[in-house]
């Protein structure tokens, strides 16, 4: 294994992971203003779960988001 080429190539991925996550978060956000569900004094609950098929069951990563 090329150690360089691995190492960018997860790092593109997790760009792609961070920039993804953080659009629907910020989406999901202002839906549940929008909606009522949720006020800006409120902090939301946030879960990733990374999974490689074939090589381990997923690592979860969770935190709260404070809207203001």
């Known amino acids: 294994m090329n150690e360089d080429i691995f190492n960018m190539e997860v790092r593109k991925f997790l760009k792609k992971v961070g920039v993804t996550s953080q659009r629907?978060?910020?989406?999901?956000?202002r839906?549940?203003?929008e909606?009522?569900?949720i006020t800006s004094a409120d902090k939301v609950k946030v879960k990733a779960v990374i999974t490689?098929?074939?090589l381990?069951?997923?690592h979860e990563v969770?935190?709260?988001i404070?809207?203001?």
């Open 56 to 58: 381990s069951d997923g």
């Open 35 to 37: 909606n009522g569900r």
């Open 24 to 29: 629907e978060i910020e989406q999901a956000v």
């Open 62 to 64: 969770t935190g709260e």
């Open 66 to 68: 404070s809207l203001s």
């Open 31 to 33: 839906d549940g203003l």
């Open 52 to 54: 490689i098929e074939g």
